[in-house]
């Protein structure tokens, strides 16, 4: 059953049928009701009732419409008998990725300030300023000789070219934000920024240190290499490359996972040397211990709060140059008329 299930929708789906698991319901029973309790799926979750009734396991039913890191979990927890413990792991993991890209998502925050106080200044442009009356006896002002225009533009057949030129603009910038190309370009930009870069890896990698969590801690026999391929999923494409490289030292080379994690260890230039150090260090403990999942679940609360404060400072700072820009887009025709005002009062003095 080809159907996606988004992640919010995963969370939900896994809190509740972990919940119905522990009460002791057969799995069909549990599709039946969770055709219920998530009606947007009800078509699925019904076909996936007829099928658990012939003996169809969970993994199997959501094989092709969760992550893979996640149905490789729901099989271990269905072999080991530990399936409502894995579900309610998976529900925890995502509930902390959504807090985590609410925070990078707040990120974007002062974008939308520049874009507000541009939708400002264009109101003052196209309404508030055509309907002052003009000034006597001196040049008319920026902001008068900027309104003029804007409302010669839309009064003309130009404006259908300036129409087109903005439609190709935003099409263009759409575009551009979804290709490959551009994502990895600006999470190159965003990992020089000092401050911003160290925070976005060391949130990137709590979620990278969940999903592996997850997967370490249902068992199943997945060998180390295809663990942190599947939770690597969960990362930028640019972050993914970096963990290729582990695997790589891992199955290629033979290598300790000590080592290959190790950033005194690694060659000048390897992206593993900017690794947060909280990760590395407990995949080093790792081959100590034989324990991946608890040695990163020591670690991944710090990790993630470390990326919080570090990200911080640089957000706060990017918030209050967006609230500038959009005050000041805000101010400038107000000002201006002001000032044109006082100018004109003078003349006819």
Known sequence: ?????????????????????????????????????????????LEAADQAAGGVPLSQLMEDSWPPAYIQAIKAGENSGSLA???????????RKQEVMKILIDALKPFGFVLGGIGVLFFFLVSVIPSLPAPRGIEPSMIRVMSNTVMETLASDAKYMVGGVIAAVLFGLYVLFKSPSFQRSFMEMIDKVPGLGRGVRALAWSIFARYLIVLSNAGGGLDVAMRLRM?????????????????????????????????????????????????????MNYEV?????????????????????????????????????AVSSIMFPMASYLMETVESTRAMG
């Open 289 to 325: 211990s034989g324990n991946m999942g608890e040695e990163l679940q020591a670690v991944v609360d710090d990790l993630e709060e470390d990326g919080r404060e570090s990200i911080a400072g640089p957000i706060s700072l990017m918030k209050l140059v967006g609230m500038l820009a």
């Open 85 to 95: 413990a894995v579900l309610k792991e998976i529900n925890h993991t995502i509930v």
């Open 1 to 45: 059953m080809d159907v996606k299930f988004k992640d919010n929708e995963i969370r939900v789906a896994a809190r509740l049928i972990g919940s119905l698991t522990r009460a002791g319901l057969a799995q069909d029973l549990i599709c039946a009701r969770m055709s219920e309790m998530q009606p947007k799926k009800k078509a699925f979750w």
């Open 231 to 283: 939770a690597a999923e969960s990362m930028p494409k640019i972050y993914q490359e970096e963990v290729d490289l582990l695997i790589y030292d891992l199955a290629e080379r033979n290598m300790g996972i000590a080592s290959a994690v190790n950033p005194d260890q690694q060659e000048e230039g390897d992206p593993r040397r900017k690794w947060p150090m909280l990760f590395t260090s407990a995949l």
